[in-house]
C-alpha cells in the first residue's frame, strides 16, 4: 500500500502541469501572507473612516482597470500561447495601449473625483492611486502575462509576489518613518511599491522571454477583439467594486471599512482556486483552437480539484471569521459577520470561473461578456436599491444574487455551445 502510495504521488509530482501549480501556489502563499499583515496595518492605522474612504478610492480606480491595455494583455496570452514567435509584437502592442488608454482615464478620474470628491481623499492622493493602478499596475500585468503565456510559470509567481513585497515594504514605511501617517502619505508609498514591481518584473520579461517591438500602426488593430476581454473584465470589476462605490455614496464611509475588510479576507482565501485558474488559462486558449469540446474537457478535469477546494476554503472562513474584531479591533466586529455570509460565494467562483475559461478558450468570449455585463446591470439595479436600506448587508446581499446567476449564464453558453458543436460534428 505504501509502494502504491509512494508511486501516484511520484507521478503526480512529475507532472508538469501540477508543477506549475504548486509553483503559483506556494508563491501565492508568501503573498496571501504579505497581504494580510499590510491590510492590518493599513486598517488598524487608518480605523473604518479613512480606511473606507481609501478602499472607496480604489474601487473607484478599478473601475477602468480592464480597459487600462484595452484586452492586449489577454490578446498577448490568447496569440503567444497558440504561437510563441508572436511575442514581440504583441508585447510591445499591449504597453502601447496601456500608455495610450490609461493616460486618458486618469485625466478622468481626477476630473469626476475633484468635482465630487471622496472624505478625507485629496485630488493628489485620487492621482496617485490612479497612475499606481492604471499604468504601474497593468505593466507589471503585462510581463505577468508574458510569462504565463509562454508557460514559465515560476516567474508570473515572482511577478505577482513581488507587488505584495513592495506594498509591504511600503506598509511599514508608513508606520515607521511617519509619526502622524495620513491618506496622502500612503498614496505616495503605495505608487512608489508599484511603480517597483513594474521595473523589477519588465528587467525579468527582457532578459528571460524577449523585448518588445513597438509599432505605432498597431494600437489602433484588434480594437474589437481587445474590447471584448475588456468589457468582460469590466463587468467582473463593476459586479466586485461597484458595492464599494456606491456604499461610499448611499451609505456610510464606515459601513465601506466593515464591508471592504471581509471583501478583502474573503478575496484572500480564492488565491488557490486562482493559482489553479492562472496555470490552466493558456492550456484553454491551447485546447479550444480545436473547439468548445477541448477546452470543456479540460475544465472537466479541474473541476474536483477546485470545488474540492472550495469546501475546504468554506470550513476555513466558518472558523476564521470570529477571530476577525481581535486582529483587526473590536469596531471590525460586523466584518466578521460579512465575511461568513460571504463564504458560499468560493463554491460559486470556484465554478463560473471554468465556464468563464472555457468560452474565452475557444474564442467565445462574446459570450462571456454579455453574461458578465448582464450580471454588472443587475449588480448595480440591487446595490441601489438595497444599499440605501441595509448599508452593507444590502451590498452583500446583491452580490451573493449576481455570482448565482453569472454561474448560471456562463454554463448554459458553455451547454449551448458544446451541443451545437456536437450536432455540427455529428
Known sequence: MRKKIHSTLNKVLKNAFVRDVWTIFSTSLLKILLQAVYFVIIARTFGPDEYGSFIGTLAVVSLFYPFA???SNWLLIQNVSRDQSSFADYCGTAILKNLAFSSAFILIISLILSLYPIPNMSIYSVFLLSLANLIFLPLSDICRDAFMSVGLMKYAGIVITLLSVNRF???LALITLFETPTLLIWSVLYCIATFATTVISSILMFRLIGYPKFKLHRVTQELAQGFAFSIGASAESIYSELDKSMLVKLATVESVGIY??????FNVSLTPIQ?????????????GASGINGSLELAKKLLPLTLGYAGLGFVGIILFAPLLPKILGEEYADSALALMWFSPLIFMKATHSLAADVLAGANYQKARSISQVLVAFLNGVLNFWLIPLYQWRGALWATLA??????????SFVYTYSKKSCQDSG
Do not use: D, P
Not at 402 to 411: D, G, K, V
Open 402 to 411: 449576481s455570482e448565482l446567476l453569472l454561474a448560471i449564464l456562463l454554463w
Open 260 to 265: 471592504g475588510a471581509a471583501v478583502q479576507i
Open 69 to 71: 491595455s484595452w484586452g
Open 275 to 287: 493559482a489553479v485558474m492562472m496555470t490552466a488559462y493558456r492550456k484553454f486558449f491551447q485546447k
Open 169 to 171: 515594504l511600503g506598509s
